[in-house]
């Protein structure tokens, strides 16, 4: 049976970069992928670009990239920079992991140097809990979340310890071709993102002797020796 795999990111380009590749495995295997950004990461423009010309760019490009995917993209409303926890936050993205029957969440570290990514943890944490709390009154049955764990991102490293390694070279390729449809991959001057998660999958890879490899870690972190899954 299928499953259905959510990912969020506090920006586009989050959750696509740092989970896609697992992502694009799930899909190659049947699962049905659906992706969440919090906000469209619009402040980081390419040069002359205003975030109100840049957001729709972007919330083209992370539909483009689901659709490559065979999945759905979601981009909310909140302003970029400006993604705040609350409880109305939590419940909107429970809603739709219920909406979704969602089985498997992917989501950012705790720490971070970007405060929309600290609260894109604990509006993910929470929603899951709200998600797949039976007794919690929201439109939709409760999902039957089995799974969730945070992803490796560079600006989320503070106490950050993958230990959750992932095959992924059959579905790099994937990945790599419908990455390239968002901006800032191969654009961004502020950070090199493509090549960045692209060596870092080498390097992953070569820690479990495969060609690619991307990994997570489970929140609270508990500390657990190197271990390598097929699929969530
Ligand atoms: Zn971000």
Not at 31 to 39: A, G, N, R, S, Y
Not at 80 to 86: A, F, K, P, V
């Amino acid at each position: 049976m299928s499953k259905t795999i959510m990912a969020v990111g506090a920006h586009t380009g989050d959750a696509q970069l740092t989970c896609g590749m697992l992502l694009a495995k799930h899909a190659m295997a049947g699962d049905k992928i659906i992706i969440v950004d919090l906000t469209a990461g619009e402040k980081g423009t390419p040069k002359g670009m205003t975030p109100e010309e840049f957001r729709p760019q972007n919330i083209a490009a992370a539909a483009e990239f689901a659709k490559g995917l065979g999945g759905k993209s979601i981009v909310l409303d909140t302003l970029d920079g400006e993604l705040q926890y609350t409880h109305d936050a939590a419940i909107q993205l429970a809603n739709i992991m219920r909406e979704n029957e969602v089985n498997a969440v992917l989501y950012h570290w705790r720490n971070s140097i970007h405060r929309d990514h600290i609260a894109a943890h604990k509006i993910t944490e929470d929603a899951i809990f709200y998600a797949s709390l039976p007794t919690y009154p929201l439109p939709h049955a409760p999902a039957r979340i089995g799974g969730f764990m945070c992803a490796e991102n560079w600006e989320d490293a503070e106490g950050f310890n993958p230990y959750f390694y992932y095959d992924v070279t059959e579905a790099f390729p994937l990945w790599k071709e419908n990455i390239k449809k968002l901006w800032l991959a191969e654009h961004s001057t502020s950070f090199k993102y493509l090549r960045y998660y692209e060596a870092l999958a080498i390097a992953n890879g070569a820690l479990i002797g495969k060609d690619y490899a991307t990994r997570f870690c489970s929140s609270p972190q508990c500390p657990a020796p190197r271990q390598v899954g097929n699929l969530l």
